[in-house]
């Protein structure tokens, strides 16, 4: 029988299950972030800062030498 203000049914703590995740150690953890960051960035500038996406002749020296 449950004593007063005891919930019936929830278990402990003790007797909840122990969920154990794998983790990298310290210096590949640090390195692969590194790495994870460093290709969103490349990503990130080849899509939207990358001039050769941007120019409207696709032969720079065509800019000056056709005018000259």
Request: negative net charge.
């Amino acid at each position: 029988m449950a004593l007063a203000g005891e919930k019936v049914g929830i278990p402990s703590a003790d007797e909840a299950p122990m969920i154990v995740m794998a983790r990298y150690k310290q210096p590949i953890a640090g390195i692969l972030s590194i790495l994870i960051v460093f290709i969103i960035s490349l990503i990130t500038w080849w899509i939207f800062f990358d001039p050769r996406w941007h120019i409207p002749s696709p032969n720079r020296e065509m800019e000056f030498t056709a005018w000259a």
